[in-house]
């Protein structure tokens, strides 16, 4: 499978974007609208407008005092940061849970003076001293109390609640910058916030159920957890947006911009899962919040991306990181898949969407293909036509025709199973559609390729090679690709057909040099039968070294063209019925000869590597016919000469039976009915008899 990785690499670090680690962390940002807000609201009314009343009965909950006394620190960056989290710390604990104990949100410490002022308060919160939000909620508490017991104006208790919610939005504001960036805050005052949102959430499950005060405006729920979550799709928008500082060159605008989002995505939660999933509690779902954040806004943009029309590059970019790279790479990757498996993320697309782009690959895979063949096989045929010598591989002639093929259709192959192996058994039914109208192409042009240029010097040396080319398709078709034999000869049948006639041409000067040697048989009237196949067999010996440059493989199949040649040239010259032997004696000298000629041809043939053994019996079997004298025995023998050789017709007997001049005309027609047995030819039987016309 193709890696992410790949893409990753080669990639310079992106200065311009907060590094992996420091992704939760930024500069402080201005005071909000809110926060000026609060500020003129708490200038309106004194200190005193919201000390706590003494009939509340509200007591400040016990927090060590210390805390409450420490300094705020600035940070001093991230290496300093990442010792703060990991200084001291002796075994991982589980993650904490809202419902623990130890995180249950604190009441008010125990104060030795009196509470603070409002102006006290406002303070310490605009100085980042969460330490008092508890003051905040007490003050709330006690407004609620008031307004129930009567007796305070509304005008006063409206007012006083304008107070309250200044607060609040100060506190909101400084809780939710810190989780903002909760990388960049100290241990101490990201648990501080933490609580505080703890405390939030179950005030608002504790105000569902309390009895509402007509006077006072509904505040609750504050939905800070939910406030605290857009907040983190925030962060995840900005990380994913946020554009590198350096462009590699080579690679698309969107391409850039996948490896971009998805390589800070992996990174980020990688970062959330190792560092903050520890700190929060588990009802933040810390993880699943930055994930589905991550997510929404990749997707959001693949979307909007997958609305234009893209490019042939980019739309299969597209479908790579939809359909593998971010499924496999990213939520499966080592350190995430675990965290990410309860999580149903889904896909970037919509599946619909997804059927649509990969319908649009498919169609430009295919017509990329076919025209990357097409001009591969003008390329070779315009070498042919410059009469430019092939290369030469190992003493043999070479064409580069089928690696060229087999390398662009291996290619889209690969491309298409990157997305998915559906894809890939998709284009691979469509990728062998063009295969084979391909390859006939290849043989209609290789045709003519051998009719209009004869009189080139490196005639001969092009269809060698073209014809050691045709294995190189056939091995890949049947190794790489696994098609059914049946499919695969059927898709070969040109390549067949192809080599065929390449051998014919080859063969042809050949075959035209030895007819005449072969009528010497019946013009001497088979008076010396030894002497003319020597002179055959050494015309043959002569000319063989010419097809030295074939692969062992077609050498061998054309030494059983030779083969079936000189058989087939032989038994015509038996069939011409101008030999007429009446004798016994003339015919077993004949029989003689023809099974000295046969053993001849069987030992040459078989030495200069033909395996057409199963022309071996073709003469020595007329040899015996015309050796039998007893019409029965005759019977037998054409009986097991008609198994041996299917295509064995009573035409062909009747010729070689004229050469028995003694056998009487019932005779004759008693032996040729012996082939009424068995008048099928076999559909698989290789041809010989059928390959010679008998008058």
Request: glycine share 4%.
């Amino acid at each position: 499978m193709l890696k992410m990785v790949t893409f990753f690499q080669g990639l310079p670090g992106q200065k311009s974007v907060p590094g992996t680690l420091d992704f939760l962390g930024s500069p402080p940002k201005s005071r909000s609208t809110s926060e000026a807000e609060s500020e003129a609201s708490m200038s309106e009314a004194s200190s005193e407008d919201l000390m706590p009343s003494q009939h509340t009965g509200m007591a400040p909950d016990g927090e060590e005092e210390e805390s409450a006394k420490k300094e705020k620190k600035k940070s001093k960056g991230l290496a300093n940061m990442f010792s703060v989290f990991t200084k001291g710390k002796k075994k991982k604990k589980s993650q904490p849970r809202l419902s623990d104990p130890e995180v249950q949100p604190k009441s008010s410490p125990e104060l030795d003076g009196p509470p603070p002022t409002v102006e006290e308060v406002k303070e310490a919160l605009e100085s980042g001293r969460l330490e008092t939000a508890w003051r905040v909620l007490a003050l709330e508490r006690e407004l609620e109390a008031e307004a129930t017991a009567g007796g305070t104006s509304d005008e006063e208790l409206v007012r006083q609640q304008s107070k309250v919610e200044a607060l609040y939005l100060l506190l909101r504001d400084q809780v939710l910058g810190v989780l903002r960036r909760p990388l960049e805050a100290p241990p101490e005052r990201l648990r501080q916030a933490l609580e505080v949102v703890s405390q939030q959430e179950l005030e608002d499950c504790r105000a569902a159920t309390a009895p509402t005060v007509a006077v006072l405006a509904a505040t609750r729920p504050r939905c800070w957890l939910q406030l605290w979550r857009g907040g983190v799709a925030e962060v995840a928008a900005e990380r994913l947006d946020a554009q590198p500082a350096v462009v590699p060159e080579g690679r698309s605008e969107a391409e850039n911009r996948f490896l971009h989002m998805g390589r800070t995505m992996k990174e980020d939660l990688e970062v959330v899962v190792e560092r903050l999933k520890p700190l929060f509690p588990a009802e933040f779902n810390v993880v699943h919040t930055y994930a589905k954040s991550y997510h929404e806004h990749f997707a959001a943009h693949l979307c909007t991306l997958a609305q234009f029309e893209l490019c042939e590059r980019d739309t299969y970019l597209l479908l790579l990181w939809v359909q593998n790279f971010y499924p496999n790479d990213i939520l499966n990757s080592p350190k995430l898949a675990k965290e990410l498996q309860g999580i149903r993320l889904g896909s970037l697309l919509p599946p619909k969407q997804i059927r649509l782009l990969e319908a649009v690959f498919l169609s430009n895979e295919v017509t990329n293909v076919k025209v990357l063949m097409t001009r591969a096989l003008e390329l070779e045929s315009q070498r042919w036509a410059r009469d430019v010598a092939p290369q030469s591989l190992d003493g043999h002639y070479h064409s580069e025709l089928a690696i060229d093929i087999i390398q662009i259709i291996s290619q889209s192959q690969v491309k298409a199973e990157n997305i998915t192996s559906d894809v890939g058994l998709q284009i691979k039914q469509l990728l062998l559609v063009e295969l084979a109208a391909l390859l006939r192409s290849y043989q209609r042009t290789f045709d003519e390729f051998l009719e209009k240029s004869k009189l080139l010097r490196n005639y001969r040396a092009n269809i060698i090679a073209n014809i050691n080319n045709c294995p190189s398709f056939w091995t890949s078709m049947e190794q790489t690709w696994q098609i059914p034999q049946d499919s695969l000869r059927y898709l070969m049948e040109p390549l067949k057909d192809l080599k065929a006639h390449g051998f014919d041409t080859l063969l042809q000067s050949l075959f035209l040099d030895l007819k005449p040697l072969f009528k010497k048989f019946t013009q001497t009237r088979w008076a010396t039968p030894v002497e003319t196949l020597e002179e055959i067999i050494a015309a043959v010996g002569v000319r063989l070294p010419e097809f030295s440059e074939l692969k062992d493989c077609f050498r061998e199949e054309l030494m059983e063209a030779v083969h079936l040649h000189l058989v087939k040239e032989y038994i015509i010259r038996l069939s011409k019925r101008r030999l007429v032997l009446k004798t016994e004696e003339q015919q077993q000298q004949l029989a003689r000869h023809i099974l000295a000629n046969a053993d001849v041809i069987q030992h040459f043939c078989t030495q200069n590597g033909s395996t057409a053994t199963w022309l071996n019996q073709a003469l020595p079997k007329i040899a015996e016919i015309i050796h039998l004298q007893d019409p029965n025995a005759i019977k037998i023998e054409v009986a097991t000469y008609a198994t041996l050789y299917p295509d064995f017709s009573k035409g062909h007997l009747t010729a070689i039976l004229a050469i028995k001049g003694n056998l009487l005309s019932s005779e004759v027609k008693s032996i040729r009915n012996i082939l009424d047995i068995n008048t099928e030819v076999q559909e698989l039987c290789r041809p010989l008899f059928s390959l010679i016309k008998v008058g």
